[in-house]
C-alpha cells in the first residue's frame, strides 16, 4: 500500500501525460486514426501464394489487405444474414453419390450456351467495385478470366467502364444491367457494350431493399472509409428503398428492341418466375438471392433450382449464383439441372488477396475440384451430369 500511495504522489511526468494522451487519441473511433481492425497481437501468419489450396485459404488474406468496411461490402448479406449462411448449409443438404470408373484425365467440362463454347460451366458473376479490393479492379480479373477460358460477366456498377475492361483482355465477356427507370436511358450503356462484344445482357430484376447491419456496425466503430448508405425518403409507408420497385415484366418487352444479344433475367427463385419470364421473351434465366443481400429469410438458390429448371423445361439455359466455393458446390448445382454455376466472391477473394494471379488461381482450383468430383462420381463429361449422382434432403 505504502509503494502505491508513493506512486500516486509523485504523479506522471509530462513526458508520460502526454504519451498516454497521444495513445488515447491514435485509439479513439471518433478520429478514425486506426483503421486496422487486426491488431498485430492477435496476428498469425497467412498462407502464401504457393499455399493456396482451396478458395477458402484466399479470404483471410484478402481480408487482412483491406480495411474492414471493404471486406464487410464483399462479405455481407442483408439483415441478419440468415439467408447468407443458408446458402452454405444448402450443399450440406445434397449428397454427391459416387460412382467412381473414371480417370480424371479422361473428364471434360466443356460445354456451351447460346452456341458459344466454353472449358467449363464455370463463370464469373458480376460483382460490382472490384477496384476496391486491388487497383486493377475488373481490369486484372477479366485477364485472369481470359487467362482460363472463364466468361465473365461484368456489372454496370464496375469501377471501370465496360469498353475499357473489354480492352483489356480477349477472353468471351457478357454484360450485366441494373435497368433505370426511364428506359431510354438504359439505350447507350447498352449499345456501348454490344459494340464491343458484350455476348449477352443479364439484367438482374431482384429488388434488393437491403439493410446491411455489419456495415452499420463498421461506420459507428470508426473503422468504415466511407458511410454507409443512408435510406432514402420514401413515398411507402415501410421506408422500403424504391430504387427499383418499379420493375415490371414489361421492362423485358421495352429493352427487347435495344438489345441484339441473347437476354437473361438475373433474380430468379421460382418456377412461376421463370415461367413469366419465358412469356416476355427472355432467352436465359439465373437463379439467384443476389449473394444473399436481395432479401433476408428467403430460399437458397440451390433449394429452388429444380423447381425453376422444371419450370423452363429446356426451353432456355438456367444458370445459378449464390453462395458456390468448391467445384463439388459446381457439380451438384450441374446434376440439379443447372446449365452453370457464376462465382461471386470466391473470385473476389482471389483478386484481394494476390490480385489477378490470385483469381486466376481460384478459377483454377475451383475447376480442378470439379474434374476430380466428375470423376469420383463417375462423370466423363458435362452431359453425362444428371440427378442419379446426388441424394436431396432439402428441409
Not at 434488393?208 to 466503430?221: A, I, K, M, P, V
Not at 446434376?335 to 466472391?345: I, Q, S
Request: proline share 5%; hydrophobic share 40%; net charge negative.
Amino acid at each position: 500500500m505504502t509503494k502505491l500511495l508513493n506512486q500516486w504522489r509523485q504523479g506522471f511526468t509530462r513526458r508520460e501525460a502526454l504519451s498516454g494522451l497521444v495513445s488515447f487519441l491514435a485509439a479513439s473511433p471518433l478520429l478514425h486514426a486506426q483503421r486496422d481492425p487486426w491488431p498485430l497481437d492477435q496476428h498469425r501468419r497467412h498462407l502464401g501464394f504457393n499455399e493456396m489450396l482451396t478458395a477458402f485459404d484466399f479470404e483471410p488474406v484478402f481480408k487482412a489487405n483491406v480495411p474492414l468496411s471493404i471486406y464487410d461490402y464483399t462479405a455481407h448479406g442483408t439483415d441478419s444474414e440468415f439467408t447468407l449462411m443458408r446458402n452454405r448449409d444448402a450443399f450440406d443438404w445434397v449428397e454427391l453419390v459416387g460412382q467412381g470408373g473414371v480417370s480424371v484425365e479422361d473428364v471434360d467440362t466443356s460445354t456451351e450456351i447460346f452456341g458459344l463454347p466454353m472449358k467449363s460451366p464455370i463463370m464469373l458473376a458480376p460483382t460490382s467495385r472490384q477496384r476496391d479490393l486491388h487497383p486493377d479492379g475488373e481490369l486484372g480479373m477479366y485477364r485472369a478470366a481470359t487467362t482460363t477460358d472463364t466468361t465473365m460477366i461484368v456489372s454496370n456498377a464496375s469501377s471501370f467502364p465496360f469498353t475499357r475492361i473489354a480492352d483489356a483482355a480477349e477472353g468471351p465477356l457478357w454484360y450485366q444491367l441494373y435497368a433505370r427507370q426511364d428506359i431510354e436511358a438504359n439505350r447507350q450503356p447498352l449499345a456501348d457494350g454490344q459494340a464491343v462484344g458484350a455476348q449477352t445482357v443479364v439484367v438482374t430484376i431482384d429488388q434488393q431493399g437491403s439493410y446491411y447491419e455489419r456495415d452499420l456496425h463498421d461506420f459507428h466503430l470508426g473503422g468504415a472509409v466511407r458511410s454507409p448508405r443512408r435510406r432514402r425518403e420514401t413515398s411507402n409507408p415501410y421506408g422500403v428503398g424504391e430504387g427499383r420497385l418499379w420493375y415490371e415484366w414489361k421492362l423485358f418487352d421495352d429493352l427487347r428492341s435495344m438489345i441484339d444479344v441473347p437476354i437473361l433475367a438475373k433474380g430468379i427463385l421460382t418456377g412461376e418466375g421463370a415461367k413469366k419470364c419465358l412469356e416476355h421473351g427472355v432467352e436465359g434465366i439465373v437463379v439467384s438471392n443476389h449473394g444473399a443481400r436481395a432479401i433476408d429469410y428467403g430460399p437458397s438458390t440451390l433449394e429452388v433450382l429444380e423447381e425453376v429448371v422444371d419450370a423452363v423445361n429446356g426451353r432456355v439455359p438456367v444458370l445459378i449464383d449464390s453462395g458456390f466455393r468448391r467445384g463439388s458446390d459446381v457439380l451438384k448445382a450441374l446434376a440439379l439441372g443447372a446449365d452453370a454455376v457464376c462465382l461471386g466472391r470466391a473470385s473476389r477473394w482471389g483478386l484481394g488477396a494476390f490480385g489477378e494471379q490470385g483469381a486466376q488461381k481460384v478459377i483454377e482450383i475451383i475447376n480442378a475440384e470439379l474434374v476430380h468430383a466428375m470423376a469420383a462420381a463417375g462423370c466423363r463429361d458435362i452431359k453425362s451430369i444428371n440427378s442419379s449422382i446426388v441424394r436431396t434432403n432439402f428441409p
